[in-house]
């Protein structure tokens, strides 16, 4: 009829859509993901190369908790933030000339050490339990005649005590074998290599005040696991969507052969 109009639709074709697989904001989010991904995954590499240093134990003197040629983690710190109980990182000429010495911190400027009794170590008047020395050891197979640390200074020993060239080695030196705190460049946090992990908190010392924080490293490790995971996933989806809308399509002619 004169007055009326007509709509014609085009029919439909299966399997000619020329549109890129997944729709605009599934691609959108794709590649906010795969960008958020890389942040964290190199910003966590470089937070740790700025707050962490690798170090290689070439001793026994820490086992078992390093072992020797175990690599191992340390935050950068200033000696001002050791507490006791830390195994810390440091370099004294007057016990090894320009080396690396990794030890764990038994006593601070102002404390009285000694050992031992009950076969235990005693910080101002306190034994303290040690289960990070080797097992069925003792900590009184090194003897330490009571000592005042100084202020500023540290007193440190090997977790293996039978022959470590710690603090009880150096007894006689003009510090009483004690070390300055300015002397201290890292804190181990972790053993990287075997994969041994995070260090246990040394318990035995909270009576005596607070023991430090473990550092950064697992929010690190958090950042580049989730960002590999965004990266991942982020780039998946351009192929699996693609994939995808291949299937429906072999779906949708197949039921229009019918």
């Known amino acids: 009829m004169g007055g009326e109009s007509t709509i014609r639709t085009a029919p439909r074709r299966g399997g000619t859509s020329t549109a890129p697989a997944g729709s605009r904001w599934g691609q959108r989010l794709s590649g906010i993901a795969v960008a958020l991904g890389i942040v964290l995954f190199l910003g966590g590499f470089v937070w740790g190369a700025v707050v962490y240093r690798p170090y290689t134990v070439p001793t026994s003197s820490m086992t078992p908790t390093i072992d020797a040629g175990d690599r191992v983690l340390a935050q950068r710190i200033d000696g001002t933030d050791v507490h006791r109980g830390d195994v810390v990182v440091f370099r004294d000429k007057t016990w090894v000339t320009n080396a690396a010495v990794v030890k764990r911190v038994v006593a601070v400027g102002g404390d009285t050490v000694s050992c031992c009794t009950k076969g235990k170590l005693t910080v101002n008047g306190k034994q303290i339990d040690e289960p990070y020395l080797p097992k069925g050891s003792l900590a009184e197979v090194t003897k330490i005649p009571t000592v005042k640390v100084p202020e500023g200074r540290l007193f440190l020993l090997g977790d293996e005590r039978q022959g470590s060239l710690d603090s009880s080695a150096h007894l006689t030196d003009a510090a009483s074998g004690t070390v300055s705190r300015t002397a ?10 075997p994969m041994n992990g995070m ?18 490293l697992r929010l690190m490790v958090g950042a580049v696991i989730a960002g590999a995971v965004l990266v991942l996933g982020g780039g998946a989806y351009g192929p699996v969507a693609k994939l995808a809308g291949r299937r429906g399509r072999a779906r949708t002619e197949l039921a229009g052969a019918r």
Not at 201 to 216: D, I, V, Y
């Open 199 to 216: 260090l246990k908190r040394p318990t035995g010392f909270e009576a005596l005040g607070s023991l430090s924080q473990p550092g950064p």
């Open 184 to 193: 201290v460049s890292a804190r181990v946090d972790a053993v990287v290599w």
